[in-house]
């Protein structure tokens, strides 16, 4: 059973996102200036050093566009992730490309496989289905505007599209909701108080005696004395809605 959680905002649901999308720009960057092409470090199915892609290919984009396209979500996505399912958010993410890529390099045609779309598809399918089955009103919310954003998305893990990696596509949606069902128990919960009943019955005699007969607070220094050495003085603060 996992720990509860509560929503919380932390410095880590931007700045991890934010460092996570300047890294695969920075390779980008790197492979544009010294004129290098990382493709071959890509998911290579079925061949044992097209396995290297499983760590790699979501740092790897073919082109501008390529890389433009999965910056949004990404960040978006991984934001999300911290913010509502933080205690698990690495896990997600770290098992989630190891996974993806694995299951690619398994089902995947001959070909490099590369980019982080894999990566979004586990976000999206996680974020989506894990609140489905939280049934808690924010991530039933949030599972709807992942729909609302993402939802064409879901067209892409068919083969629809010559040059793009359904196959990819396709191993981050069962990633993701696999994640969603061995996490589905942990679900972040309201705080919850307990209200009870004071343990006085306002009618009778005990209770009246303080107020006179306008509904007023009596200080009451009657005490009874049992011979012994005198009783300190006893206030206690009772407080009645006036009736007039």
């Given at each position: 059973?996992e720990?509860?959680?509560?929503?919380?905002f932390?410095?880590?649901?931007?700045?991890?996102?934010?460092?996570?999308?300047?890294?695969?720009?920075l390779?980008?960057?790197?492979?544009?200036?010294?004129?290098?092409?990382?493709?071959?470090?890509?998911v290579?199915?079925?061949?044992?050093?097209?396995?290297?892609?499983?760590?790699?290919?979501?740092?790897?984009?073919?082109?501008?566009?390529?890389?433009?396209?999965?910056?949004?979500?990404?960040?978006?996505?991984?934001?999300?992730?911290?913010?509502?399912?933080r205690?698990?958010?690495?896990?997600?993410?770290?098992?989630?490309?190891?996974l993806?890529?694995?299951?690619?390099?398994?089902i995947?045609?001959?070909?490099?496989?590369i980019?982080?779309?894999g990566?979004?598809?586990?976000?999206?399918?996680?974020?989506?289905?894990?609140?489905?089955?939280?049934?808690?009103?924010?991530l039933?919310?949030l599972?709807?505007?992942?729909?609302?954003?993402?939802?064409?998305?879901?067209?892409?893990?068919?083969?629809i599209?010559?040059g793009m990696?359904?196959?990819?596509h396709?191993?981050?949606?069962?990633?993701?909701?696999?994640?969603?069902?061995?996490?589905?128990?942990n679900?972040p919960?309201?705080v919850?108080y307990k209200?009870?009943?004071?343990d006085y019955?306002?009618?009778?005699?005990?209770?009246?005696?303080?107020?006179?007969?306008n509904g007023n607070?009596?200080?009451?220094?009657?005490?009874?004395?049992?011979g012994?050495e005198?009783q300190?003085?006893?206030?206690?603060?009772?407080?009645?809605?006036?009736k007039?």
């Open positions: 059973m720990n509860q959680e509560h929503f919380k932390s410095n880590g649901v931007i700045v991890y996102p934010l460092v996570f999308v300047m890294l695969i720009w390779v980008f960057w790197f492979e544009i200036r010294f004129r290098f092409d990382f493709t071959n470090f890509g290579y199915p079925m061949r044992l050093n097209g396995l290297k892609g499983v760590v790699f290919s979501p740092f790897i984009h073919s082109s501008i566009q390529h890389l433009y396209h999965n910056t949004i979500p990404l960040f978006v996505l991984s934001a999300s992730l911290f913010y509502f399912y205690s698990i958010a690495w896990k997600v993410l770290l098992y989630g490309i190891l993806s890529g694995l299951l690619t390099w398994l995947g045609r001959p070909a490099y496989h980019g982080a779309s990566l979004i598809y586990v976000l999206v399918s996680f974020l989506f289905f894990k609140g489905i089955l939280a049934k808690h009103y924010r039933i919310a599972s709807l505007l992942v729909v609302f954003l993402y939802g064409s998305m879901v067209w892409y893990v068919l083969p599209k010559e990696s359904w196959e990819g396709l191993s981050g949606l069962v990633v993701g909701l696999f994640f969603a069902l061995i996490y589905r128990n679900i919960k309201p919850k209200w009870e009943e004071p019955d306002e009618e009778s005699d005990e209770f009246l005696k303080h107020f006179d007969e607070f009596i200080e009451s220094t009657n005490l009874e004395s049992d012994s005198e300190p003085k006893t206030i206690n603060y009772i407080f009645k809605e006036n007039d």
